[in-house]
């Protein structure tokens, strides 16, 4: 069947983006870097009218509604999200990603029930040693019992059935739980499996999008969607950085990647160095699918001084009285510390990135350890990575555990985009120890445009935009011990000023580029896919090949 | 004018002596401003001999008190707006007017048991000694643990002093910690002069020819006084051919001997187990190292004159007028790098030496060195009470005084009460 275009849909022009999203319960596109670049690329084609609609399973509903609070308002108003239309199915609180309830008030038993000091008083009546009186009251009281005996013998039958029902759901409730641990999971992939159908019957009926943009390569199943696609390519990290992650987790990562590429998306990558050895190697995707699009440095404005600490305090505030705690660590010292916090006058490193293997965030945890407890300097660590507290992974969290660190090492995590730029303003210095990325750090140009040095670890990514006496001034060998870190740290953070020149004059330089030309790049990438699923005849030869890793690497 | 100043721990020694110099202090500046203010000193219940508190003045009286919790109502009735659930309110009790009757509260070392957040119910001063916890965890107990009740206490120390119109700290590095730590705000700290610094006396001098064998090591007996590390060092240092022996004094240094484990105890510390095991098993230290515990005056004056140098081996605290007291008796002093202990031998003009606490060879190298310079009569000892001493504590106290008063009327939640109504 011949579908009739709107006008706008001639070859070239793309009029509407569909955004596929797949992420977990609980998981969140809020400060992720991913997250970032996909607002700031949005945010730019809605600019040029062009519509952009995410496409999120239902359980993303409130996280999507945060995430695009952080959009500009002029984009919000193009851009729309699609869940599937239907109820939240039943078996979904079974699965045990719902929402956690709200554990019930217990109602207060009236005292008139309580039948136990009634019970006592009335036998002391009765004791040989009682008074007289006692006695006397004792003789007034028969009677009264033996006439009320059978209301009594009703309400302590009520009383003791009370009792077994209350025991028996007890026992209800704890079976429930012991099967929810044991099958909720297969219940939840039976839903999730369900839910991307869906989801994906719902986009392949859309006719009005253009061109399908997958933020993550391992998001398998916009293999499914039927238009043509484009898919970031971040990087693989596991073939730089396997240690610290499961095996089979790995494995199904790789998987996932390979179903993808299989449907012969158009990829892009932010580094060379990723395009050729991960792309190409691990993968085989061929050279014809791959682009390479450099970030623009993203800048944030400059909050006002007196309002930012205003801002930063309220945001504190509110958050850390409202945020639900899990552990006693937060409810009692965490928490109630961070709520009255004033950040603004305070010396701290800051470093804005989640908590994986190999962002070294812990080694540079143990350097601030020893700045604080060995040279006695008055610094911070401040995370936006999630801290687990619960089962203690990573393992800076235990780190900080053990060692009494938590009023030094603070977790700010999904912070919106204001808050971040205020965490950006204050610190004395922002650090990014990763091992590896994929691209340049988006935080060198969002610390530095705010007005604070960024130190950032020696990686392909940072080595392949910088010079060598940049590299020389500005990085640090990652696998340097925590007791040179500390080092490392103390002489960047007396060398704060003339630091902040020399990236300031970079940061100028690298703001030629702007995020205007990169979407304007992104934009010619989507026309391409669509012009080419729309005009048969162009379309592309050379497929994805399966490449095993060491044929890849050879 | 009336000002309650707070012991709300059974404190004693140089707590106990600061907050008596504190309130002998604020009485004189109050008399060069010619105000009429009393000062009560609020101590735990049942702590105190009657003798331990000397001061002697018709405007200070002693109260005892407690601290119990406060409830939303009584914080409604008593009309302060102020109430944030983060950690239960408390405030001190007397049995009658509950120090309602003061205008100002300065409460020294806010640690409060129950563990509670001091109930904004009069503005209040912390003086804030030191944030030990931040740098030596372990003197908590060697297993670090958030839900021991001395954290708790900590978190609501550290909001109490964040709620304080002024923090009192007398070195700038405490200072620092209160802003970075506690997160007061920084014009609210202000660096007081060591007020509490007693010149002792010189005593009878060394006889000419006196052995000066020993060092003395000057200590108490928790963790971050630095044992382990140190029993290490002297360990080396013996090896190195150390030739002094070594005289621990302080109180409680006695309960770190093998000797005092070897009988069956009601109270062991397993801290003090660790230090007296670890002593045991070096048979050097065992028999160089001589435990004097705690000594009079006297005989502190006679075994500081009489060593060869005074060793100050601690992690991190507020600094020691050890460093004062060696060099009035002409004795120098090898102590550990710490910022408040360089702020005090600065201040004083004290040319000591430092060594890296937790670093075994330098301390033990530092040791030998010493014990060489020493015994050739290299170094000098001298120190030099800095210029306008007395103006600056006499300055720093009037101060006080007069931001109270100023906040005393801007403030619309209480009013300075009149002393003929009080």
Same mark, same amino acid.
């Given at each position: 069947?011949?579908?009739?275009?709107?006008?706008?849909?001639?070859?070239?022009?793309?009029?509407?983006?569909?955004?596929?999203?797949?992420?977990?319960?609980?998981?969140? $596109?809020?400060?992720?870097?991913?997250?970032?670049?996909?607002?700031?690329?949005?945010?730019?084609?809605?600019?040029?009218?062009?519509?952009?609609?995410?496409?999120?399973?239902?359980?993303?509903?409130?996280?999507?509604?945060?995430?695009?609070?952080?959009?500009?308002?002029?984009?919000?108003?193009?851009?729309?999200?699609?869940?599937?239309?239907?109820?939240?199915?039943?078996?979904?609180?079974? +699965?045990?990603?719902?929402?956690?309830?709200?554990?019930?008030?217990?109602?207060?038993?009236?005292?008139?029930?309580?039948?136990?000091?009634?019970?006592?008083?009335?036998?002391?009546?009765?004791?040989?040693?009682?008074?007289?009186?006692?006695?006397?009251?004792?003789?007034?009281?028969?009677?009264?019992?033996?006439?009320?005996?059978?209301?009594?013998?009703?309400?302590?039958?009520?009383?003791?059935?009370?009792?077994?029902?209350? *025991?028996?759901?007890?026992?209800?409730?704890?079976?429930?739980?012991?099967?929810?641990?044991?099958?909720?999971?297969?219940?939840?992939?039976?839903?999730?499996?369900?839910?991307?159908?869906?989801?994906?019957?719902?986009?392949?009926?859309?006719?009005?999008?253009?061109?399908?943009?997958?933020?993550?390569?391992?998001?398998?199943?916009?293999?499914?969607?039927?238009?043509?696609?484009?898919?970031?390519?971040?990087?693989?990290?596991?073939?730089?950085?396997?240690?610290?992650?499961?095996?089979?987790?790995?494995?199904?990562?790789?998987?996932?990647?390979?179903?993808?590429?299989?449907?012969?998306?158009?990829?892009?990558?932010?580094?060379?160095?990723?395009?050729? !050895?991960?792309?190409?190697?691990?993968?085989?995707?061929?050279?014809?699918?791959?682009?390479?699009?450099?970030?623009?440095?993203?800048?944030?404005?400059?909050?006002?001084?007196?309002?930012?600490?205003?801002?930063?305090?309220?945001?504190?505030?509110?958050?850390?009285?409202?945020?639900?705690?899990?552990?006693?660590?937060?409810?009692?010292?965490?928490?109630?510390?961070?709520?009255?916090?004033?950040?603004?006058?305070?010396?701290?490193?800051?470093?804005?990135?989640?908590?994986?293997?190999?962002?070294?965030?812990?080694?540079?945890?143990?350097?601030?350890? *020893?700045?604080?407890?060995?040279?006695?300097?008055?610094?911070?660590?401040?995370?936006?990575?999630?801290?687990?507290?619960?089962?203690?992974?990573?393992?800076?969290?235990?780190?900080?555990?053990?060692?009494?660190?938590?009023?030094?090492?603070?977790?700010?995590?999904?912070?919106?985009?204001?808050?971040? !730029?205020?965490?950006?303003?204050?610190?004395?210095?922002?650090?990014?120890?990763?091992?590896?990325?994929?691209?340049?750090?988006?935080?060198?140009?969002?610390?530095?445009?705010?007005?604070?040095?960024?130190?950032?670890?020696?990686?392909?990514?940072?080595?392949?935009?910088?010079?060598?006496?940049?590299?020389?001034?500005?990085?640090?060998?990652?696998?340097?011990?925590?007791?040179?870190?500390?080092?490392?740290?103390?002489?960047?953070?007396?060398?704060?000023?003339?630091?902040?020149?020399?990236?300031?004059?970079? $940061?100028?330089?690298?703001?030629?580029?702007?995020?205007?030309?990169?979407?304007?790049?992104?934009?010619?990438?989507?026309?391409?896919?669509?012009?080419?699923?729309?005009?048969?005849?162009?379309?592309?030869?050379?497929?994805?090949?399966?490449?095993?890793?060491?044929?890849?690497?050879? | 004018?009336?000002?309650?100043?707070?012991?709300?721990?059974?404190?004693?020694?140089?707590?106990?002596?600061?907050?008596?110099?504190?309130?002998?202090?604020?009485?004189?500046? !109050?008399?060069?401003?010619?105000?009429?203010?009393?000062?009560?000193?609020?101590?735990?219940?049942?702590?105190?001999?009657?003798?331990?508190?000397?001061?002697?003045?018709?405007?200070?009286?002693?109260?005892?008190?407690?601290?119990?919790?406060?409830?939303?109502?009584?914080?409604?009735?008593?009309?302060?707006?102020?109430?944030?659930?983060?950690?239960?309110?408390?405030?001190?009790?007397?049995?009658?007017?509950?120090?309602?009757?003061?205008?100002?509260?300065?409460?020294?070392?806010?640690?409060?048991?129950?563990?509670?957040?001091?109930?904004?119910?009069?503005?209040?001063?912390?003086?804030?000694?030191?944030?030990?916890?931040?740098?030596?965890?372990?003197?908590?107990?060697?297993?670090?643990?958030?839900?021991?009740?001395?954290?708790?206490?900590?978190?609501?120390?550290?909001?109490?002093?964040?709620?304080?119109?002024?923090?009192?700290?007398?070195?700038?590095?405490?200072?620092?910690?209160?802003?970075?730590?506690?997160?007061?705000?920084?014009?609210?700290?202000?660096?007081?002069?060591?007020?509490?610094?007693?010149?002792?006396?010189?005593?009878?001098?060394?006889?000419?020819?006196?052995?000066?064998?020993?060092?003395?090591?000057?200590?108490?007996?928790?963790?971050?006084?630095?044992?382990?590390?140190?029993?290490?060092?002297?360990?080396?240092?013996?090896?190195?051919?150390?030739?002094?022996?070594?005289?621990?004094?302080?109180?409680?240094?006695?309960?770190?001997?093998?000797?005092?484990?070897?009988?069956?105890?009601?109270?062991?510390?397993?801290?003090?187990? *660790?230090?007296?095991?670890?002593?045991?098993?070096?048979?050097?230290?065992?028999?160089?190292?001589?435990?004097?515990?705690?000594? +009079?005056?006297?005989?502190?004056?006679?075994?500081?004159?009489?060593?060869?140098?005074?060793?100050?081996?601690?992690?991190?605290?507020?600094?020691?007028?050890?460093?004062?007291?060696?060099?009035?008796?002409?004795?120098?002093?090898?102590?550990?790098?710490?910022?408040?202990?360089?702020?005090?031998?600065?201040?004083?003009?004290?040319?000591?030496?430092?060594?890296?606490?937790?670093?075994?060879?330098?301390?033990?190298?530092?040791?030998?060195?010493?014990?060489?310079?020493?015994?050739?009569?290299?170094?000098?000892?001298?120190?030099?009470?800095?210029?306008?001493?007395?103006?600056?504590?006499?300055?720093?106290?009037?101060?006080?005084?007069? +931001?109270?008063?100023?906040?005393?009327?801007?403030?619309?939640?209480?009013?300075?009460?009149?002393?003929?109504?009080?």
């Amino acid at each position: 069947m011949n579908l009739v275009r709107p006008p706008s849909r001639s070859l070239g022009i793309v009029a509407h983006i569909g955004i596929w999203i797949e992420l977990p319960p609980g998981a969140t $596109l809020l400060g992720e870097g991913i997250g970032q670049l996909v607002r700031l690329i949005v945010e730019n084609a809605c600019g040029r009218d062009i519509k952009c609609t995410f496409f999120a399973p239902f359980w993303l509903h409130n996280t999507m509604d945060r995430y695009l609070e952080d959009f500009e308002p002029t984009a919000r108003k193009l851009v729309r999200v699609q869940y599937t239309r239907r109820l939240v199915p039943l078996l979904w609180r079974f +699965s045990g990603h719902a929402t956690a309830r709200r554990p019930r008030k217990r109602k207060l038993r009236p005292t008139w029930l309580n039948w136990r000091p009634i019970a006592r008083r009335m036998a002391q009546l009765f004791v040989p040693q009682a008074p007289p009186t006692a006695m006397l009251t004792a003789l007034v009281a028969l009677p009264a019992i033996l006439i009320f005996s059978p209301l009594i013998a009703a309400s302590l039958g009520f009383v003791w059935l009370r009792r077994r029902l209350a *025991r028996l759901f007890s026992k209800g409730r704890l079976l429930l739980r012991h099967v929810r641990n044991r099958y909720g999971r297969i219940a939840y992939e039976l839903i999730r499996e369900d839910e991307y159908e869906r989801l994906v019957r719902t986009a392949n009926r859309r006719t009005d999008i253009d061109c399908w943009f997958v933020p993550n390569p391992g998001w398998s199943t916009a293999a499914k969607l039927r238009g043509p696609k484009v898919c970031l390519f971040p990087d693989f990290v596991f073939a730089e950085h396997w240690t610290g992650f499961a095996a089979q987790d790995i494995a199904n990562v790789r998987e996932r990647f390979r179903a993808l590429a299989q449907s012969n998306p158009y990829y892009v990558c932010f580094s060379h160095y990723v395009m050729e !050895a991960h792309a190409r190697r691990c993968f085989g995707i061929p050279q014809s699918r791959l682009s390479l699009i450099h970030h623009a440095p993203i800048l944030y404005e400059a909050p006002v001084d007196s309002d930012a600490r205003k801002a930063l305090l309220r945001y504190l505030a509110e958050r850390f009285t409202q945020e639900k705690a899990f552990t006693a660590i937060e409810q009692n010292h965490i928490y109630p510390y961070l709520r009255s916090l004033d950040l603004s006058n305070l010396r701290y490193i800051f470093v804005s990135t989640q908590l994986r293997p190999y962002k070294n965030v812990f080694r540079l945890a143990q350097a601030v350890e *020893r700045l604080i407890r060995y040279h006695h300097v008055d610094i911070k660590l401040v995370l936006t990575g999630t801290l687990d507290f619960v089962s203690l992974e990573p393992e800076l969290a235990k780190f900080i555990q053990t060692n009494a660190l938590w009023f030094d090492i603070l977790s700010i995590p999904r912070v919106p985009k204001h808050v971040h !730029a205020l965490l950006y303003r204050f610190a004395a210095i922002t650090v990014h120890p990763s091992f590896f990325e994929g691209g340049f750090p988006f935080v060198f140009g969002e610390s530095v445009g705010l007005g604070t040095p960024c130190l950032l670890a020696r990686n392909a990514a940072t080595s392949e935009v910088l010079s060598t006496s940049e590299l020389r001034s500005f990085t640090f060998d990652p696998y340097l011990s925590p007791r040179q870190l500390a080092i490392v740290l103390m002489q960047s953070m007396e060398r704060r000023e003339s630091m902040l020149v020399e990236q300031t004059a970079m $940061l100028k330089r690298m703001s030629v580029r702007t995020w205007q030309e990169v979407t304007s790049e992104y934009l010619s990438l989507f026309a391409t896919a669509a012009t080419e699923a729309r005009n048969p005849r162009s379309r592309y030869v050379e497929r994805y090949r399966v490449v095993t890793p060491n044929k890849g690497a050879a | 004018m009336r000002i309650g100043v707070f012991l709300p721990q059974p404190w004693r020694g140089g707590m106990l002596r600061a907050v008596q110099a504190f309130c002998c202090e604020l009485l004189r500046a !109050a008399d060069r401003l010619g105000w009429d203010v009393d000062v009560v000193l609020s101590v735990c219940s049942n702590t105190y001999l009657r003798d331990e508190i000397t001061l002697d003045d018709p405007r200070l009286s002693v109260r005892e008190t407690e601290w119990i919790p406060v409830t939303e109502s009584e914080m409604a009735l008593l009309g302060i707006n102020k109430w944030q659930p983060q950690m239960p309110y408390i405030r001190p009790t007397d049995g009658g007017r509950d120090f309602m009757d003061c205008s100002l509260w300065v409460i020294f070392g806010a640690y409060f048991t129950p563990a509670g957040l001091l109930a904004p119910l009069r503005p209040y001063y912390v003086y804030a000694p030191d944030f030990i916890q931040r740098y030596v965890p372990q003197i908590y107990g060697n297993k670090i643990d958030a839900n021991d009740v001395s954290w708790n206490i900590t978190t609501a120390l550290l909001l109490t002093i964040r709620g304080a119109e002024k923090v009192l700290v007398t070195t700038p590095k405490t200072g620092e910690d209160a802003v970075g730590y506690a997160g007061a705000a920084p014009d609210k700290v202000v660096l007081m002069p060591l007020w509490s610094i007693e010149l002792i006396a010189t005593g009878t001098p060394v006889p000419q020819g006196a052995s000066r064998s020993y060092a003395l090591w000057v200590s108490n007996s928790t963790p971050h006084k630095n044992h382990l590390c140190a029993i290490a060092a002297l360990e080396r240092y013996y090896e190195m051919g150390g030739d002094l022996d070594t005289v621990l004094i302080g109180p409680d240094t006695t309960k770190l001997s093998p000797l005092w484990h070897r009988r069956p105890r009601d109270i062991k510390h397993p801290y003090w187990t *660790r230090v007296a095991d670890r002593i045991a098993e070096t048979r050097s230290v065992r028999q160089r190292l001589k435990f004097l515990d705690e000594v +009079s005056d006297e005989k502190y004056v006679s075994l500081v004159s009489g060593a060869r140098f005074v060793w100050h081996n601690v992690l991190y605290d507020n600094g020691s007028f050890v460093a004062l007291e060696a060099a009035r008796l002409g004795t120098p002093l090898l102590s550990s790098d710490y910022p408040q202990m360089r702020y005090i031998c600065d201040l004083f003009s004290i040319p000591a030496r430092f060594f890296p606490p937790v670093e075994i060879e330098e301390t033990a190298k530092a040791l030998r060195q010493m014990e060489r310079d020493t015994g050739e009569g290299r170094l000098s000892v001298s120190y030099r009470m800095p210029d306008h001493w007395q103006q600056w504590i006499e300055q720093s106290f009037g101060e006080l005084l007069l +931001s109270h008063a100023s906040c005393a009327r801007t403030s619309d939640n209480w009013q300075v009460p009149d002393n003929n109504n009080t």
